[in-house]
């Protein structure tokens, strides 16, 4: 495959069918039945070649584009000489909002300054919101939302974009002038399952309508909001990072369309990748806070004390050993090395049982080893035009049900060392089991992507 697609996206595609349905990361983005891959793409130039082999092509600013591509036909894309790089979606997990105070918001709306968000638009992209709580809502009971595109509900996208419907605030309006919530549903059926949307809305929006004396109203309650509901691509399933870019271009040409200034909430995040902001979404979010007049604001905790970063420095003829423990039930397991190119490392794995593979050649491309019940799969990643640093993918996957548990350890042994900082990071704590994580990890860059 060429390197113009990412290590994760090779390693899937080299992956059986049986091996991605394990995975926790190998499978997003694939429709099995369809045989198709969505998929995040750079470009320079036009689309057309790419239309040709894409069955569905959504242009985002700024020379991104979200694809759907049949898998047979992903090599043929990556020849095309305006694609610069291909990214699979990664899955997204909800970052928690701080308070007010901690914040330093309290100050600005005392004088005298009194800054309350009038002539804003706050646009909060996230599980949804309860569009009828009086919070979102003007003294006369009219909604403060200008726009809501629910990508959960098929039939009315926004112009532009094929997932979704998309409410104007004269639809909403009519729905909040019924009294009952089943006919307020009839009219505008969109609803926040999780509520983790409504409230991070209410602290960026709220206006405190729904506390007594206001003691709950958020950091902006004069501006006006525009809410996007994210998708999950599957029934049960979760959002992803092409959801996200799509929500995101949506609001700043939302935005631009009413010609207001915009800040926009993003509580979502995930701990895949080299943590150095390089990755196509990572570049596309920085690219778009210099499109129109707007702010980004991306919750980046949680993860601190999930025990799921490690780090250290190698050095020449010293190996490494990195301990990690794996609890009973875990059904599947990634973990992430991060290092200099210029350092070349073997790794070799000892299970809990004390059963040793290894040392692995520094061979680019995939590789499969089986200890016990656990199956290996690693993938020493390639050079790509986005990033510097090497990636050395290892997806853990049962052979039955579940993944060996106990004490793991990864051995470093460095044959070369230039640099020597390597890093290493598990999926979010939201999806392993408690107590999963390294036996010493490292509390630093433990922020979220």
């Given at each position: 495959m060429s390197?113009?697609?990412?290590?994760?996206?090779?390693?899937?595609?080299?992956?059986?069918?049986?091996?991605?349905?394990?995975?926790?990361?190998?499978?997003?983005?694939?429709?099995?039945?369809?045989?198709?891959?969505?998929?995040?793409?750079?470009?320079?130039?036009?689309?057309?070649?790419?239309?040709?082999?894409?069955?569905?092509?959504?242009?985002?600013?700024?020379?991104?584009?979200?694809?759907?591509?049949?898998?047979?036909?992903i090599e043929q894309l990556a020849q095309i000489p305006e694609i610069e790089y291909i990214e699979k979606p990664k899955r997204l997990f909800f970052e928690a909002a701080n308070g007010?105070?901690?914040?330093?918001?309290?100050?600005?709306?005392?004088?005298?300054?009194?800054?309350?968000?009038?002539?804003?638009?706050?646009?909060?992209?996230?599980?949804?919101?309860?569009?009828?709580?009086?919070?979102?809502r003007n003294p006369d009971g009219t909604t403060r939302i200008r726009a809501l595109w629910d990508q959960s509900i098929s039939g009315n996208p926004p112009e532009g974009y094929f997932l979704g419907t998309e409410y104007t605030q004269e639809q909403i309006n009519a729905a909040l002038s019924e009294q009952v919530k089943a006919r307020q549903e009839q009219i505008v059926p969109s609803r926040d399952i999780s509520g983790h949307g409504t409230s991070v809305a209410g602290v960026a929006a709220g206006n405190g309508r729904g506390s007594v004396g206001g003691i709950y109203m958020g950091v902006a309650p004069q501006s006006e909001l525009l809410i996007v509901k994210l998708g999950n691509p599957r029934q049960g399933g979760f959002p992803r990072t092409t959801e996200l870019m799509q929500g995101v271009d949506y609001v700043l040409r939302k935005a631009l369309e009413y010609r207001m200034p915009v800040a926009i909430n993003l509580s979502f995040g995930n701990t895949y990748g080299s943590h150095d902001g390089r990755s196509l979404v990572e570049r596309y979010i920085d690219d778009l806070s210099n499109f129109w007049k707007s702010v980004i604001c991306v919750g980046t905790g949680n993860e601190a004390a999930s025990a799921g970063h490690t780090s250290g420095v190698l050095q020449k003829r010293k190996e490494e050993r990195i301990q990690l423990a794996v609890q009973a039930d875990e059904s599947t397991l990634n973990i992430q090395i991060w290092k200099a190119y210029t350092d070349e490392v073997e790794i070799s794995f000892v299970s809990p049982a004390g059963t040793r593979i290894g040392p692995i050649q520094s061979v680019l491309g995939s590789q499969r080893f089986r200890i016990g019940e656990t199956e290996i799969l690693l993938y020493y990643g390639k050079p790509s035009p986005y990033n510097v640093a090497q990636e050395i993918y290892i997806d853990m996957i049962p052979v039955t049900d579940y993944i060996t548990s106990g004490v793991w350890q990864i051995i470093l042994n460095p044959t070369r060392v230039v640099e020597g900082q390597y890093d290493l990071w598990l999926p979010s704590e939201n999806v392993l089991n408690r107590g999963t994580g390294f036996l010493y990890p490292d509390e630093e860059v433990t922020l979220t992507i």
């Open positions: 390197q113009k697609a990412e290590n994760l996206l090779n390693l899937a595609l080299d992956a059986t069918s049986e091996e991605r349905e394990k995975s926790l990361e190998l499978e997003v983005g694939y429709q099995p039945l369809d045989q198709e891959w969505d998929l995040i793409i750079k470009y320079s130039g036009n689309l057309e070649a790419v239309r040709e082999i894409a069955s569905s092509v959504t242009e985002l600013s700024n020379e991104y584009a979200i694809l759907t591509v049949p898998e047979s036909r007010k105070r901690v914040s330093c918001i309290l100050p600005v709306q005392t004088a005298p300054l009194k800054l309350f968000g009038a002539g804003i638009l706050t646009a909060v992209i996230d599980s949804g919101i309860d569009y009828s709580h009086s919070d979102f």
